[in-house]
């Protein structure tokens, strides 16, 4: 599983040159992670992007769970 990384203390620039929906950062269905003291300029798309998978989402919808167990946004 993908978890507990650290991104953190960088310059990103001009992303999106050749790709214009290229992000800075993609956190793609990975968990704990902490996005902090990033300089993020000059983007053709977007600066950060969080995805999960959706199924799991749905799943726990019929189940009767309250929430998305395991995936967690704080800002």
Known sequence: MN????IAYN???????????APA???DQSS???VHHNFIADTEFT?????????LAFDSIVEGHTGYLGREFHY
């Open 11 to 21: 310059t990103i620039r001009r992303t999106g040159q050749d790709k214009q929906t």
């Open 32 to 34: 704990r992670n902490r």
């Open 25 to 27: 950062i993609v956190l």
């Open 3 to 6: 978890t507990r990384n650290e």
């Open 47 to 55: 600066a950060i992007v969080l995805t999960a998978p959706r199924q």
